[in-house]
């Protein structure tokens, strides 16, 4: 049986060979390990392998995992990606570098709000409904500015880009399609004046398509994890 650490090298190197294949640099695209549902030790193996940056969606089993990583913590990253209630914005605040799935305004108010004052700047993505799909969350593309614009005011925070999670799709020229329009939007952000330069985009499924459409962070669980319960 493969493990963790034999999935962690099969990704980057998918990685780097869809980064080669379009002329980028695979320097430029960064692999966060989505490690929701699987215990501390499963982290642990994947940060003997040399995995730094890890990605949860649920609130409460992240503070808990985290709590068993204290050891870790400071030489690695935490990424919340999950859906995000206001109730629960604390935790992230105080335990999080990283937030891709900011998808209203009074979310980003609350984790400034709570943010600790000794702690870096909490990193923002803004997760857009690309493929306007009805039951999924994320703002749609055209209401992407005025969040942005609102966010970019306050303080302890920093936007750094946007974040998509497409409905599943086979084809690869259909997934580059999707993937490429949350590209054109966010130069079209910077155009206006943003300064963004981080797009969080692509899975297990996906990720070449999405790096061919200049993803910078693929979110990767299955394929390095195994299958969720
Ligand atoms: C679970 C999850 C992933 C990882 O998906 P895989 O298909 O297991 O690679 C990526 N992004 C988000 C937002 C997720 O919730």
Known sequence: ???IADHLRAV?????????????????????AVSKTFPPEAVREAYRAGQRAFGESYVQEAVEKLAGLE??????????????????????AAHFDWVH?????????????LRPAGAADLQLCIQVNIDAQPTKSGVAPDEALELALAIQGLPRLRLRGLMCI????????????????????????????????????????D???????????????????????
């Open 1 to 3: 049986m493969s493990s």
């Open 12 to 32: 980057r190197a998918r990685m780097e060979r869809a980064a080669l294949a379009c002329g980028r640099d695979p320097a430029h695209v960064s692999l966060l």
């Open 71 to 92: 050891d870790l913590r400071a030489d690695t990253e935490w990424h919340f990606i999950g859906p995000l209630q206001s109730n629960k914005a604390r935790h992230v």
């Open 101 to 113: 799935s900011i998808d209203r305004l009074k979310i980003a108010q609350r984790l400034s709000d």
């Open 166 to 205: 497409p409905a599943p799709q086979q084809d690869p020229v259909r997934q580059r399609e999707v993937f490429a329009r949350l590209a054109d939007l966010m130069h079209e952000l910077n155009r206006a004046g943003l300064r963004l330069d981080t797009l969080s985009m692509g899975m297990s499924d």
């Open 207 to 229: 990720l070449e398509a999405a790096v061919a459409a200049g993803a910078s962070i693929v979110r990767v669980g299955t394929a390095i994890f195994g299958a969720r319960q």
